[in-house]
């Protein structure tokens, strides 16, 4: 009896459960804000230093058929694609602080509204770019497919996070609101993934590098656009209902896809991001 106590008073113990997913979802944060952050100054001196230039070939290095001359429409689509990229990233990092939230709460209004525009703006010109120029996003149909039901997704999260504001209804709001943020976190997600894949591999395995197909790739689409909003729904459920023994399993779980995401955080940085800047 005597041993029960102390283990239900220890690691067991439903206190220590909430402090430990609580403290997961903190490494987590600390993770997406660390990548997200080199990922904005990649974006930034990159392609807006190109922009700056007015030398739009150089999204080319990066992006297959970035810039074709003469196309103006698909040319604006993707030039305004990737200047939205930073802000909404810098964006949704913003959203996600408990300090801007407390003390600046009309910076949170006002950001948020227009997170959800340009969360709108890009899954509509990410559509145009994937249908009108399949080439600039290499790989297989499966990708284009999982690409396009990624951006309905973050249509239906923005429409709803924006309604529930409106609405006051702030719990629901929240909800939908860190599922638009995993939604448009998903190519962010699929780029550490391959990189993290890649740096533990060193070399293509499961995939061709020409054609941008294989088992891999169809795998990293479906982890990376739909399997995390999954993955939210278990930690949202374990953080409002959960046992301790759920919440320890989840934090387990939270922690361990923080580690991975590090992996790949620090393998794009040095291996993508840094070498362009």
């Given at each position: 009896?005597?041993?029960?106590?102390?283990?239900?008073?220890?690691?067991?113990?439903?206190?220590?459960?909430?402090?430990?997913?609580?403290?997961?979802?903190?490494?987590?944060?600390?993770?997406?804000?660390l990548g997200q952050t080199i990922f904005s100054l990649?974006?930034?001196?990159?392609?807006?230093?190109?922009?700056?230039?007015g030398d739009f070939a150089q999204f080319n290095q990066v992006m297959p058929a970035g810039y074709i001359e003469g196309d103006g429409p698909g040319n604006?689509?993707?030039?305004?694609?990737?200047?939205?990229?930073?802000?909404?990233?810098v964006g949704g990092l913003l959203q996600l602080l408990p300090v801007i939230r407390r003390r600046l709460p009309a910076l949170h209004r006002w950001n948020g509204r227009l997170y959800v525009l340009v969360a709108t703006v890009m899954s509509l010109s990410g559509a145009y770019m994937i249908i009108t120029r399949s080439e600039l996003v290499a790989g297989s149909?499966?990708?284009?497919?999982?690409?396009?039901?990624?951006?309905?997704i973050i249509l239906l999260c923005a429409a709803m996070a924006f309604r529930f504001a409106r609405l006051r209804q702030f719990d629901r709001h929240r909800i939908?609101?860190?599922?638009?943020?995993?939604?448009v976190s998903g190519v962010w997600m699929f780029r550490i993934g391959m990189m993290a894949w890649l740096g533990l591999h060193g070399a293509p395995v499961g995939f061709d590098p020409v054609t941008f197909t294989g088992p891999f790739l169809t795998t990293l689409h479906t982890l990376t656009y739909i399997v995390p909003l999954?993955?939210?729904?278990?930690?949202?459920?374990?953080?409002?209902?959960?046992?301790a023994t759920q919440k320890l399993m989840t934090a387990i779980g939270v922690g361990l896809l923080s580690i991975a995401m590090l992996g790949g955080v620090l393998s794009a940085t040095f291996g993508m991001w840094l070498p362009r800047i």
């Open positions: 009896m005597t041993s029960q106590v102390i283990i239900d008073t220890g690691w067991r113990s439903p206190e220590f459960a909430s402090k430990a997913l609580d403290g997961a979802a903190r490494f987590w944060f600390v993770t997406v804000l990649y974006i930034v001196v990159f392609y807006y230093g190109a922009t700056v230039q604006i689509a993707v030039i305004g694609h990737v200047m939205f990229a930073a802000l909404i990233t149909g499966f990708g284009h497919t999982a690409l396009m039901i990624n951006g309905a939908w609101a860190l599922r638009l943020f995993i939604a999954l993955f939210l729904e278990v930690y949202l459920r374990a953080k409002a209902q959960g046992s």
